[in-house]
């Protein structure tokens, strides 16, 4: 791998980032910070020499998530940004009790409309809800699955994320 041309944008923490390309040609990049109350999303319309952050709402809106994120784009151009909450860590770390952080929920947004505007969705609220992440199969049914140390659990739609089922779980542990 030559890199060509490496550009930097730093604004704000964005660990564990995911990045995909809208059919537009735009490419839209999400990364967690605890530190946030909501998912984090940025755009660029120049193949990444300039970027954007996307406005996904805010908490009481539904835009809830400040750990674990995929991200990804139907070929219709539906943006699906999925997101985790996870114990916020407090200011004064000094008395606080590690061993009681723990993923929280899981929350799915959808926008239809380029990023403009969002739609979103618990997905699960159990405790220790992780590591999530979202894709499509050829015919277009979206999936979700995470897990929470007791199984692989599911969810998927089949009206490109208006609407979310729970199914089976995948597996028990």
Known sequence: LIIVNKIDHLSTLAREP?????????????????????????????????????????????????????LYIDSLGNIFLLSMSYTKLPEDISNFDFATMKGEQITIGVSRDEGKSWDWEV??????DDRPWITASSNGDMHIIWNDGKGV??????DAGKSWQRQPDVHSK
């Open 18 to 70: 995911m990045v995909a390309e809208h059919p537009n040609g735009s490419l839209f990049v999400t990364g967690y910070m605890n530190g946030s109350d909501s998912p984090q999303l940025w755009e660029s319309r120049d193949y990444g020499k300039t970027w954007q952050s996307v406005d996904v709402g805010t908490p009481d809106e539904g835009a809830q998530g400040n750990s674990d994120v995929d």
């Open 123 to 128: 997905i699960s609220q159990r405790d220790y």
């Open 153 to 158: 659990h599911y969810a998927s739609s089949k």
